[in-house]
């Protein structure tokens, strides 16, 4: 069954950085398009950013030039670089493939709160 672990996250005063992984049981992870998504109490969850095979990638308005979304095929694992973060963005962070192939994972939690 497909997993994935998400890990990194914690409480960060605004300005603050953190780094979110994402390990992915998927058989032949390096050709997903890999995507990073977050849910804030009462919200639903919204797209953060994305990662193609190759490399390319794609984020939401209002993470651009904040958030850094980045791979390792060796290590099937996904990474999100977040600096000067904001109390917006506190939520519970996931990780899956675009294409929605195996389950939620638990998700990490950040929050930014001074």
């Known amino acids: 069954q497909v997993q994935f672990v998400e890990s990194g996250g914690g409480l960060v005063q605004p300005g603050g950085s953190l780094r979110l992984s994402c390990a992915a049981s998927?058989?032949?992870?390096?050709?997903?398009?890999m995507t990073w998504y977050r849910q804030a109490p009462g919200n639903q969850r919204e797209f953060v950013a994305s990662?193609?095979?190759?490399?390319?990638?794609n984020y939401r308005d209002s993470v651009k030039g904040r958030f850094t979304i980045s791979r390792d095929n060796a290590k099937n694992t996904v990474y999100l670089q977040l600096n000067n973060l904001i109390p917006e963005d506190t939520a519970i962070y996931y990780c899956?493939?675009?294409?929605?192939?195996?389950?939620w994972g638990q998700g990490t939690q950040v929050t930014v709160s001074s």
């Open positions: 899956k493939p675009l294409s929605g192939d195996g389950n």
């Open positions: 998927l058989t032949i992870f390096s050709t997903y398009t």
């Open positions: 990662i193609t095979p190759g490399g390319s990638t």
